[in-house]
């Protein structure tokens, strides 16, 4: 495994709550984008009229803290929906995660298997999920991996499949390359970005509809604790405060280009990656 899994994974835990909760302070809005950007409820009544009267079986790849279903229970007006209650499944190599997405699940989403693992390492019987999606959730997965990640989504996957990720050009993305610069001598695996995502896609042959949505994301710049802990969950690092990733010489000028008019602005673009089988 390499070292940015490893560290993504000690960093979803109890005793990293509150560089998680100052994360999701600023993350939340990702998901809320994700929410508003499509029309999610005539999405879901159509996977529900294509499998009849028996529940919907969808499966959530890296379910993180289950903020993505949160959202779309918030946003979507899912209930005013016909969609039955949804046999949701959490897949994800913290047991951390999967206790706090099943607790946070929201109506019409019902907590169902679990499995701890990494996609990569995920087996089950092919076509075992109407739903598949991954939001904000392959950053970890190496380029030499996602191949082998991606047809495992592939396989589960027996109708529709949902990917959101990051482009090269978002904040997330290039904060954590000029992090691996500026602190690690340029040693480290990179995030793995959309483009990247959707080369794949297309080795493997598959159809897929692609959007981009681009936003912002900050707090005032006397929220410090807030963006010392969101920009630490971005890199998987608490060890580094603000002021060290200002003042060094590869993190220091790209943050300040993001430090305008008394406000942190990071700037995000991110795919909407819509698969079809």
Same mark, same amino acid.
């Given at each position: ?6 560290? *993504?994974?000690?960093?979803?835990? =109890? !005793? %990293? ?5 100052? #994360?999701? /302070?600023? $993350? ?65 190599? *913290?047991?951390?995660?999967?206790? =706090? !997405? %099943? ?5 019409? #989403?019902? /907590?169902? $298997? ?84 959707? $080369? ?78």
């Amino acid at each position: 495994m390499s070292e940015t899994f490893e560290r *993504s994974c000690a960093h979803w835990s =109890e !005793a %990293r709550r509150r560089e998680m909760d100052h #994360f999701y /302070a600023l $993350a939340s809005i990702d998901y809320r984008h994700l929410a508003e950007a499509f029309d999610w409820k005539s999405w879901l009544e159509s996977r529900q009229a294509d499998v009849g009267d028996r529940q919907l079986k969808l499966l959530d790849v890296a379910c993180g803290s289950g903020k993505f279903p949160v959202a779309l229970s918030q946003y979507a007006d899912l209930a005013s929906s016909s969609i039955k209650p949804i046999d949701y499944a959490l897949l994800d190599p *913290s047991a951390f995660s999967i206790a =706090e !997405a %099943r607790q946070a699940l929201p109506e019409p #989403f019902e /907590a169902g $298997a679990e499995y701890e693992t990494t996609l990569q390492s995920f087996t089950c019987p092919e076509s075992a999920f109407d739903v598949v999606w991954a939001t904000h959730a392959l950053y970890a997965i190496p380029e030499a991996e996602l191949m082998g990640g991606l047809s495992r989504f592939l396989t589960a996957l027996g109708g529709s499949g949902f990917i959101a990720h990051a482009s090269a050009a978002a904040h997330y993305l290039r904060f954590y390359k000029f992090y691996l610069q500026g602190f690690k001598n340029g040693e480290g695996v990179p995030y793995s970005s959309a483009e990247q995502i959707m $080369a794949t896609l297309d080795r493997l042959g598959v159809r897929y509809d692609a959007r981009e949505i681009v936003y912002e994301n900050g707090a005032a710049d006397d929220a410090v604790e807030q963006i010392e802990g969101y920009l630490q969950r971005c890199i998987f690092d608490d060890t580094i405060d603000l002021a060290q990733m200002i003042t060094n010489p590869v993190t220091g000028p790209f943050l300040r280009s993001c430090h305008q008019n008394g406000r942190w602005r990071f700037s995000q673009r991110v795919m909407m990656i819509f698969i079809c089988t």
